[in-house]
């Protein structure tokens, strides 16, 4: 696969079916008819799925079972919640900054209606 | 995925739309976390990221306006632009939000103010982007050092 690890978990993870799948994979491992069935497709569509998240490596499925349930692989999930996360501290280092100005503003000052200078 | 402290940022990737919700509180009332958003030189003071310059070219908050801005580390500067389509004093912004260095793409963002009392704001900040692959670039960008270390991990999960 040429596509880099990242873009492919990325875009595996656009789809708003497949980050439904993987949401319930979270809680516990699933064949393909248990996870087709809250949805109104065909198994081959949600086979489909499956594949493109196998392919970004978000989920395996083992090969000696009979039922070959579907397994989320917790690690590279882990992974983007980790860049949210990381997006979220950023977000929230900026706020602290906004804290600080908000602290230096005086109260009796009223403020310009709108117009910058 | 959202965070514990009602005090601290939160945010929400939407699953149905392209779309980054974050909320946060301030211990300020709306007039004056309004004009930390349009006073340009409050504004530079805490918008960009910490090893960033942020420097303001242009910035009309009122609707209607434009703002434009440059942010530089290291000899490198990244300039954004926008308009603003709506003003409410205390209570809303909404504007458009392109970086120069991706002129296509444009995102929409609202900003709104809403009024806790005893001098308290809650902000809820929403950009919805063109595509899920550039809320989740964006969601993966900005922060060079972590995406970086991102993909060496991944590398060395999937090696």
Redesign the interface.
Known sequence: MAADPLSQVLSALADPTRRDMVARLAVADATVIELAQPYDVSLQAVSKHLKVLEEADLVSRRREAQRRPVHLEAEVFDLMTRWIERYRRQAEARYQRLDDVLGSIPDDVAPPTGAAK | ?S?TSTR????L?D??VPLIR?T?E???PP??????H???E?LA???G??RHEMRVTA????TG?SFRYELSSNGNAFGFHGCFHE?R??ELIVQTFTFEGEPDGVALERMQLEDLGGGRTR?TVTSLVD???AR??W??S??EE??RE??E???A??G
């Open positions: 995925m965070s601290e940022t939160q945010i990737a699953p149905d974050i946060r301030f211990d300020a007039s004056k976390v309004f004009r930390a349009t006073d340009p409050l003071r805490w918008l990221p910490s910035y009309d908050c009122r306006g003003v004093p205390d902000l595509s899920f692959a989740d670039a969601l993966s900005g922060m972590g995406v991102g993909y991990r991944l590398d999960l999937l």
